[in-house]
């Protein structure tokens, strides 16, 4: 027969195991509820970033369509700027040609070449800024292109990271009821092991039975939920490793939309230095038309005179030409512009959501990890409290 002594060390043991195993049932429960907070907080962000980053690809979309079509237009003025330059030569042959014919007065010729002269500066200037912007705006068009690709993976990443958190909910939900049920198991094994002393001396051996057969059961729902535990911090693991990728991603995304706005700004700069050009230095040769006039009614009938006058009515069509295109490009750079300035913003507010994402799928993570530490404990406490039963009832 076994001693009051270790009789009293007994029952105090099994009172000290059965509130151990409730308290840690309870924060198996507590951690089960912190894991589904947490996954609907990272799916609540996961939607708010979707649907910014939905609008933000359309931003991108239309930005990259008209940097496309700038692009052909800034094309256009840099072949039309130079056929002007060829066309100047032409007509500075032709004045020469006819002054030395005596065609035209010396007055008229060296008033003309003057124009000519002055009109060349500007237009070097012109073709030299073109050329920068041309060489901008397909830096413009590949990051654009490139920018519009990463959107659309992070839009596929973000859709199967929304499925893996879902997942994440709905096992979170599975634990929450397995963890409530231990949870009550855990207190009532508290209440009825606050009796045991009394079963004890009433030698009551059929309830001690059952408390031994719930012990057991008890032990062993914490083996169920031990590997269930493992196997989802394995897939909260997973989920919190792929959010890491995306995050890091969606930074350089970032990164790229700014470095594409700078770009974009600088292209700006020099597209407000060629319009002055143009507005004031192009326009001005446009008074050369008066010399039309004065060419038509000289008595000459040499043919220079009838191609001077082709050439400086083609220079005048392809100046407004000019003039007209590069308002149309400097209204849609600056629309532009504020569209930049929008995606910019939104790629740092879509940067809080990923932090947002980032935070809460690791606090999910981290909140998976107790129930494997806690029904690892509680293995351990069903079989103290299974293995000291048996003992007891072996000593009756």
Request: net charge negative; with cysteine.
């Amino acid at each position: 027969m076994r001693s009051v002594v270790m009789e009293q060390k007994s029952i105090e043991i099994l009172h000290k195991t059965a509130e151990d195993f409730g308290a840690i049932a309870r924060k198996v429960n507590e951690s089960s509820k912190m894991r589904k907070n947490h996954s609907e907080e990272a799916i609540k962000y996961i939607n708010l970033s979707m649907e910014l980053g939905s609008e933000l690809a359309k931003d991108i979309d239309s930005v990259a369509q008209s940097n496309n079509d700038l692009r052909n237009q800034d094309t256009i003025v840099n072949n039309t700027c130079i056929v002007l330059k060829s066309n100047l030569k032409h007509q500075k042959q032709l004045v020469e040609t006819l002054k030395e014919k005596k065609a035209i007065t010396p007055e008229i010729a060296d008033a003309h070449l003057k124009r000519i002269k002055d009109f060349e500066g500007p237009l070097a200037q012109a073709l030299e800024h073109i050329e920068n912007i041309i060489a901008s705006d397909n830096e413009l068009v590949l990051l654009d292109n490139v920018l519009i690709l990463k959107k659309k993976k992070q839009k596929d990443q973000l859709n199967k990271l929304k499925k893996l958190t879902d997942m994440a909910l709905d096992d979170a939900e599975k634990a929450i009821q397995g963890s409530s049920s231990n949870l009550e198991r855990g207190l009532t094994f508290v209440e009825k092991f606050r009796h045991v002393a009394q079963l004890v001396a009433d030698k009551n051996r059929k309830e001690l039975e059952t408390m031994m057969q719930n012990a057991n059961r008890g032990w062993n729902i914490a083996v169920e939920v031990n590997n269930s535990s493992k196997s989802q911090l394995e897939f909260a693991e997973t989920v919190n490793n792929f959010t890491e990728q995306l995050h890091q991603e969606s930074i350089a995304i970032q990164d790229l939309v700014i470095k594409k706005h700078h770009v974009f700004e600088q292209n700006l700069q020099i597209i407000t230095v060629l319009t002055v050009l143009i507005s004031l230095k192009f326009m001005k040769f446009l008074s050369v038309e008066e010399i039309i006039g004065t060419l038509e009614e000289l008595d000459s009938k040499a043919m220079e005179v009838e191609d001077l006058i082709t050439y400086i009515t083609i220079a005048c069509t392809d100046i407004r030409n000019i003039a007209a295109l590069n308002y149309d490009m400097t209204d849609t750079s600056h629309l532009n512009n504020e569209i930049e300035d929008k995606s910019v913003k939104s790629t740092k507010k879509e940067i809080e959501y990923f932090d947002s994402i980032k935070r809460e799928v690791a606090s999910m993570t981290e909140a998976t990890r107790f129930p494997i530490e806690g029904s690892g404990k509680n293995i351990e406490n069903g079989k103290k409290l299974e293995s000291t039963l048996k003992e007891l009832i072996a000593s009756m």
